[in-house]
């Protein structure tokens, strides 16, 4: 059973990012009555009729305003320049707030990461999070889906895979500006991606904001079926016209990497993350953007991306996420397999490119 976003108001956090700036034009699309919550200014491209608010999760008093009246909050935010801790705490604040409001229902973008099993084998919403460690990114995210499912709000907690398409910072567009500067460099054997577009995510966050019953659930979102990295690393440098894929036995990567370093759950973001948020606040997300790109570009050395530990860890990862929940319960219908997300993606490379 399904409700009607027609004329509901729906929320969204984090809209500036890569799946919000997708999501927010579907929900327009959808009838809703769209208020985007955020830092920056409007951007150009917001679509007519968005209301946007600016300010900070961690401000109640910016929040009560665009909470009021939602009968669902999107909630995508989570600034990866800040700590677990920061990041915790501003979505505790929001939650308050959206008590305060009588919020109808939240869909709330977690990641496939907090399971156990990920990425070496199967992962399904049974599986455990029980593991320590995996960062602060991963112990934040376990605690919110906790906060959320202990909760008294409806919720639908979506764990997305490995999400690309044009303006995935790290899967799209990091693997393009590295083919360009000269290549990527892959295990063998390597493993499967378990990549799933960004517009099947949104399918997804629609899905969620309309099933009738909603109770506190989870669902895990990827793609039609798991492909090899090569094939995705390959099909954009196809479209890239540049760019090679170095294969180089996985021990003698790991044995270069040597022991894997220890990192607290609660360690304060790195100098270059507070200089990206910095440059970000001062310049645009853009104009930051295209900066790190000329200075990248510009770098000595042989140009090849080389997998630290994490896209090691990725990259020989065989497990399988199972989308079979998301598909009986929300009706979720990937359709983006990766040919045809490589077509969508063909028209932003080759710009790129240029």
């Known amino acids: 059973m399904e409700t009607e976003l027609r004329g509901k108001r729906v929320t969204v956090t984090g809209a500036s990012g890569f799946i919000g700036r997708r999501l927010v034009p579907a929900l327009v699309a959808a009838g809703a009555e769209v208020t985007v919550l955020g830092r920056s200014p409007a951007p150009a491209a917001l679509p007519r009729g968005v209301r946007h608010l600016r300010g900070d999760l961690g401000d109640p008093a910016a929040l009560g305003p665009a909470l009021a009246g939602a009968a669902v909050l999107c909630n995508l935010a989570y600034d990866l320049r800040a700590g677990a801790a920061a990041n915790l705490a501003g979505f505790e604040t929001l939650l308050a707030a959206a008590g305060r409001a009588g919020v109808g229902r939240i869909v709330h973008l977690s990641s496939i990461v907090v399971y156990d099993a990920w990425p070496g084998a199967d992962c399904t919403e049974a599986g455990t999070m029980a593991r320590p460690g995996g960062g602060g990114y991963r112990q934040a995210k376990i605690a919110m889906e906790k906060r959320l499912m202990a909760g008294p709000v409806p919720v639908a907690i979506l764990q997305p895979t490995i999400v690309w398409g044009a303006g995935s910072a790290l899967w799209t567009d ?13 295990p063998d054997p390597e493993g499967l991606c378990n990549g799933v577009h960004v517009d099947d995510v949104v399918q997804a966050c629609l899905l969620a904001a309309r099933l009738g019953d909603l109770g506190r659930e989870r669902f895990i979102v990827s793609g039609p079926a798991p492909f090899a990295w090569s094939a995705l690393i390959e099909g954009y440098a196809a479209l890239l016209g540049r760019g090679r894929v170095i294969r180089t036995p996985a021990a003698e990567i790991a044995a270069r990497l040597g022991p894997r370093p220890v990192i607290a759950d609660d360690a304060p973001p790195s100098a270059a993350a507070r200089i990206s ?17 000329k200075l990248r570009r510009g770098r000595p050395g042989d140009g090849i991306l080389r997998p630290d530990h994490h896209l090691l860890e990725e990259f020989t990862g065989t497990g399988i996420c199972h989308v079979d929940l998301a598909r009986a319960r929300l009706g979720y219908a990937p359709v983006f397999d990766l040919g045809r997300g490589l077509a969508e993606t063909a028209g932003y490379l080759r710009a790129r490119a240029r």
């Open 174 to 186: 990091g693997f393009a500006d590295a083919l360009l500067a000269g290549g990527v460099e892959l």
């Open 277 to 293: 948020a910095l440059g970000r606040r001062l310049l645009g997300h853009q104009r930051f953007e295209a900066l790190v790109r």
